[in-house]
């Protein structure tokens, strides 16, 4: 076979074949992280990313390459998660962008496209590390074009492409340390090759699914719960997409979609609606859900609907419903945090947090997450902490996204930076450059180290680390590996200083039991006797304990 064109059905089984290849290895890539903890998710946060593009054109592709791309782009925008999923993203936008308005491409459009990818994912990322997903992707294209001659087909193409992917990535650690260290090549660049070897599966004549990854089960209804002497009470739990029709709005580009949401927030309660481009997303609860679809289709077509009868959820205690979050009142400053663990979330919210996004390391939150929060929030500006860097380019993307509000993005690293940022917040100045760096500073001058269970045995850092022991580590360097957790962490205080703090908070997580963080914390307070120890809750996974000093 020899592809001499692609079109928009093309396109889409080749995306669905990285997706399905990617998905197959996507634990391979997960296993590709260079610390001796469970927390490699790079294989899961490019799987539902591009797993969303695929999602977005479920309903069938364009015949038109250009549109095509496009829909698969504004989808994985939406469900990017941590950097490799947001640089993942910013590829394809750039290849969709190169692609913009093409019935079919032949391949010199194609490459072209290609190199679009490059320069778009790298201005994505503020400081682009080389070893990477990026480099990586950017050798592949380079090589590939330089190929091309006047009898490449895209078969032969992509057979120079992946030699040099592969190549590539087996020369990332040579680039980056910690690779080297770890003995592992970049997980990033790792997940991009299964994506284009699926993708070359499609020019071969391999056929995918275009319907996304489904979930394992459905959950069963029980229509019993709400039965014929039944009165509804809760309404209906409403969700849709809605495109924004020229013939309806007039120019999509001069619409303006604050009357509309203004009147949903009048007729409905828990309001989440947000728009993107000329799509518009709704969540509400109402009793008559007629009513609100009747007046949102006088502005476009519905792309998805979804209405559930919340006394069912509210009968079987399982509320599905994933932007159940009230609109809060209209204020000048709001606070978004991420975390993962309720204790910690609550914690967050008791301090001044207005939204908490669940997330964290393996769990990273998706640009629509952050985009559902901002709008819960409902202010005129809003601050968010990542709190943690593999989640920091969502939040930024989201950030650009969102027009409702100035939205800025602090840089905290840890939850440690934010529970002292929050703690110390201060917006009575309203001026936001002096309130963003009065954050930026208390970030600082504060530390957060880690006790985990090692997963594996390594030699990391000068330590020798064996499987099952706990480690200690701060900003990614290991410290201290003991068979004991409160040895582990009396070795990393010392390592920390903790006497030069007058705050230890010491947060328990899910795979602590209360018995040995209460030893760890008696230790902790007798080995530093004018350091303050406070045992907080936190039900975070994967790190047994995190000690924020302040």
């Known amino acids: ?92 936008a750039g290849i969709s962008e190169g692609l913009r308005g093409v019935k079919s491409a032949d391949l010199s459009t194609f490459s072209k496209a290609l190199e679009n990818g490059v320069a778009e994912s790298y201005r994505a990322v503020q400081t682009p590390v080389e070893g990477t997903i990026l480099t990586v992707y950017s050798d592949a294209v380079r090589y590939a074009n330089a190929r091309m001659n006047g009898h490449s087909d895209f078969e032969s193409y992509f057979e120079d492409f992946l030699q040099e992917l592969r190549a590539s990535l087996d020369r990332t650690p040579m680039l980056l340390d910690v690779l080297r260290e770890s003995g592992v090549v970049d997980s990033g660049g790792a997940g991009f090759v299964y994506i284009a070897e699926g993708m070359q599966d499609a020019l071969h004549g391999k056929t995918f699914s275009n319907e996304g990854g489904q979930p394992a089960s459905a959950a069963k209804i029980n229509i019993n719960a709400f039965t014929e002497e039944d009165a509804l009470q809760f309404g209906y739990c409403t969700e ?160 650009a996204l969102y027009s409702d509000a100035e939205v800025r993005v602090m840089p905290s690293h840890t939850i440690g930076e934010c529970y002292a940022a929050l703690s110390l917040l201060d917006t009575s100045s309203e001026d936001i450059q002096k309130i963003e760096e009065n954050s930026v500073a208390i970030m600082q001058s504060v530390k957060t180290g880690t006790v985990s269970k090692a997963s594996r045995t390594t030699e990391r850092d000068g330590v020798s680390v064996r499987e099952g022991d706990y480690i200690g580590y701060c900003d990614g360097t290991i410290y201290a590996d003991s068979a004991d957790a409160a040895d582990a962490a009396l070795r990393l205080a010392n390592v920390l200083h903790a006497d030069d703090f007058g705050i230890l908070l010491l947060v328990r997580g899910s795979d602590a039991d209360e018995k040995e963080a209460e030893a760890v914390r008696s230790a902790l307070e007798q080995a530093h006797p004018l350091t303050e120890v406070i045992l907080l809750d936190g039900g975070q996974p994967i790190y047994d304990y995190i000690m924020i000093l302040e």
């Open 1 to 92: 076979m020899e592809t001499k064109t692609i079109n928009g059905p093309l396109y889409a089984n080749m995306i669905a074949g990285g997706a399905a290849k990617l998905n197959h290895n996507r634990v391979v890539v997960n296993e590709l992280n260079v610390f001796p903890i469970p927390d490699g998710d790079t294989g899961d946060n490019m799987y539902m990313t591009i797993d969303s593009g695929i999602c977005a054109v479920s309903d069938g592709a364009d015949d038109a390459l250009g549109t095509t791309s496009q829909r698969i782009a504004k989808g994985m925008l939406l469900g990017a998660r941590g950097n490799s999923g947001v640089i993942l993203s910013r590829i394809f």
């Open 240 to 399: 849709f997409l809605l495109r924004l029709q020229t013939k309806k709005v007039g120019p999509v580009s001069a619409f303006d979609e604050k009357p509309l949401i203004d009147w949903l927030i009048a007729n409905g309660d828990s309001v989440v609606a947000f728009r993107d481009d000329s799509i518009l997303k709704v969540h509400i609860h109402t009793m008559t859900p007629e009513t609100i679809l009747s007046h949102c289709h006088d502005y476009g077509e519905f792309l998805t609907l979804k209405i559930e009868n919340m006394m069912l959820q509210h009968h079987e205690t399982t509320i599905r419903n994933n932007y159940s979050k009230k609109r809060k009142p209209h204020k000048k400053f709001g606070i978004v945090a991420v975390a993962a663990g309720a204790g910690i979330r609550k914690t967050f919210l008791s301090i001044g947090a207005d939204a908490v996004v669940d997330g964290g390391q393996s769990m990273n939150p998706s640009t629509e997450s952050f985009l559902e929060a901002f709008a819960e929030v409902n202010a005129d500006t809003i601050l968010v902490f990542p709190n943690n860097s593999n989640i920091i380019l969502t939040a930024e993307q989201a950030a």
